[in-house]
T-cell receptor
Framework: NAGVTQTPKFRVLKTGQSMTLLCAQDMNHEYMYWYRQDPGMGLRLIHYSVGEGTTAKGEVPDGYNVSRLKKQNFLLGLESAAPSQTSVYFC????????????FGPGTRLTVL | GENVEQHPSTLSVQEGDSAVIKCTYSDSASNYFPWYKQELGKRPQLIIDIRSNVGEKKDQRIAVTLNKTAKHFSLHITETQPEDSAVYFCAASNSGGGADGLTFGKGTHLIIQP
């Protein structure tokens, strides 16, 4: 099993450009999450999904959109990138019932110039 | 929403000594408290977790304690080794770690001095 994978691993954008980050999991998990990690800030929840076709806002959702068209995939979109969105983005997934351990992907390092 | 405070931000201990990292949370409905270890450039990985119906949990050199009344929980690492050097994050959730995601502390950089 590959677990949780993310593409791309690195990306540099110019202000105003758009892009989509892809998260895929092969563990048949119902729940999926997108977090961002900034120096000294820990991880903060952007959006999450409790199942195919459903999404919800987390702590820092502004400037991002998400879609969960297939159970195994969770997409994070930036419509008009801003320098404040420079960060490392982690996707995670978990089962709907205990023990609810969240498994993280390897991360995507995004720089917005 | 939930707020998780973590202390200290940096902790330096001699190899073989114990390390303790403390976290407090604000939402009394929180019921799941995991700890993650993150090595430089790597993904966070779960090392231990505890639920609100348990006061303490141990796994070899690692233990976590929970005080629901005071709303704080702690990570204890005994007989520290060089490979314990990493950033440690505590987190809390009021949905058993499931639907609503996790609220993380800001992390503790643990340095093991040889």
């Amino acid at each position: 099993n590959a677990g949780v994978t993310q593409t791309p691993k690195f990306r540099v954008l110019k202000t105003g450009q758009s892009m989509t980050l892809l998260c895929a999991q092969d563990m048949n998990h119902e729940y999926m999450y997108w977090y961002r990690q900034d120096p000294g800030m820990g991880l903060r929840l952007i959006h999450y999904s409790v199942g195919e076709g459903t999404t919800a806002k987390g702590e820092v959702p502004d400037g991002y959109n998400v879609s969960r068209l297939k159970k195994q995939n969770f997409l994070l979109g930036l419509e008009s990138a801003a320098p404040s969105q420079t960060s490392v983005y982690f996707c995670a997934s978990s089962y709907w019932q205990g023990p609810n351990e969240q498994f993280f992907g390897p991360g995507t390092r995004l720089t917005v110039l | 929403g939930e707020n998780v405070e973590q202390h200290p931000s940096t902790l330096s201990v001699q190899e073989g000594d114990s390390a303790v990292i403390k976290c407090t949370y604000s939402d009394s409905a929180s019921n799941y408290f995991p700890w993650y270890k993150q090595e430089l450039g790597k993904r966070p990985q779960l090392i231990i977790d505890i639920r609100s119906n348990v006061g303490e949990k141990k796994d070899q050199r690692i233990a976590v304690t929970l005080n629901k009344t005071a709303k704080h929980f702690s990570l204890h690492i005994t007989e520290t080794q060089p490979e314990d050097s990493a950033v440690y994050f505590c987190a809390a959730s009021n949905s058993g770690g499931g639907a609503d995601g996790l609220t993380f502390g800001k992390g503790t950089h643990l340095i093991i001095q040889p």
